[in-house]
């Protein structure tokens, strides 16, 4: 189980649903400055281009991954977050998602000088979707948005690794009980096993976060045990990336981080898109 190898022939699917509702407009515990939804969206679209260098092969993109990235928010619209060429898609190609960002930015970013100070350098930071911020937190139908999509997918690559759907909120879901939907979903898969379906939950507080439990003690709301619940134990590749990284991730560990800052974020997301080694 969870060790079929990825290639251009094998590829594997990478499914991110992103809370887009009216309550991601408000800043990360503890920063004051940047919004949930602004952070997020420069942490997936940095992904987004960070998968399309891990695929890349002298001048080609290898199509090692499809990727989807769907938000839910504005009043129970659950769909695409691509703008521009792609909008409206939803699992793409890598390499097709590589050649059609919405924009390239200049951006500005901080590196070590080699003496002890910072320098600041302009780079190119391309963008496949703009910061969202509306509605309530239809989470229900995230899921089975994925699960419609998790089943085209492995009509097609019934080989493949097993799916990958990352959902990441900052809120309860507002269209009923997710947790049904959320056990459909990983009860579809590959031959190689089920859905992975891992959850990050977005902090409006400044706390510690809770990252990788293998139980639900400790956890401070039914809603955060309800997350829990939903997500799936980390493959034993997964576990030995979280412990490079230093991570507490014990036997059980599941894919799951409460109260989470934008670092955590994103050390979650290398863990969670390296189910095993590139062919």
Not at 57 to 84: C, L, M, R
Not at 155 to 167: R, T, Y
Not at 241 to 265: C, I, S, T
Request: with cysteine.
């Amino acid at each position: 189980m969870y060790s079929a190898e990825i290639s251009r022939k094998n590829p594997g699917c990478f499914i991110f649903l992103l809370d887009q509702s009216g309550s991601m407009d408000d800043a990360f515990g503890g920063s004051g400055e940047r919004r949930k939804a602004d952070e997020l969206t420069t942490i997936i679209n940095k992904l987004i281009h960070n998968l399309s260098i891990r695929c890349a092969k002298g001048d080609s993109i290898y199509d090692y991954f499809h990727v989807a990235v769907i938000g839910y928010g504005e009043d129970t619209a659950v769909k695409s977050a691509f703008n521009g060429p792609l909008s409206g898609k939803d699992l793409i190609p890598i390499s097709e998602l590589a050649n059609n960002p919405l924009r390239i930015e200049d951006r500005v970013k901080k590196s070590d000088d080699g003496a002890g100070g910072l320098i600041e350098q302009t780079v190119k930071f391309p963008l496949w979707f703009e910061a969202k911020h509306a509605g309530g937190t239809p989470m229900s139908g995230a899921f089975k948005t994925a699960a419609d999509m998790v089943q085209r997918w492995v009509a097609e690559h019934p080989k493949g690794f097993a799916p990958i759907v990352i959902n990441i909120t900052d809120g309860e879901s507002t269209d009923g009980d997710p947790v049904a939907d959320a056990k459909a979903l990983c009860s579809l898969g590959s031959e190689d096993g089920a859905t992975l379906l891992f959850n990050i939950h977005l902090s409006s507080a400044a706390g510690n976060a809770i990252e990788l439990p293998a139980s639900s003690e400790g956890l401070p709301d039914q809603f955060a045990k309800q997350l829990y619940e939903m997500s799936s134990v980390l493959t034993p590749f997964m576990v030995s990336r979280a412990k490079e990284m230093g991570l507490p991730a014990g036997d059980g560990a599941r894919g799951f981080v409460f109260n989470a800052q934008p670092m955590q974020v994103i050390q979650f997301l290398d863990i969670g898109t390296r189910p095993a080694n590139l062919r």
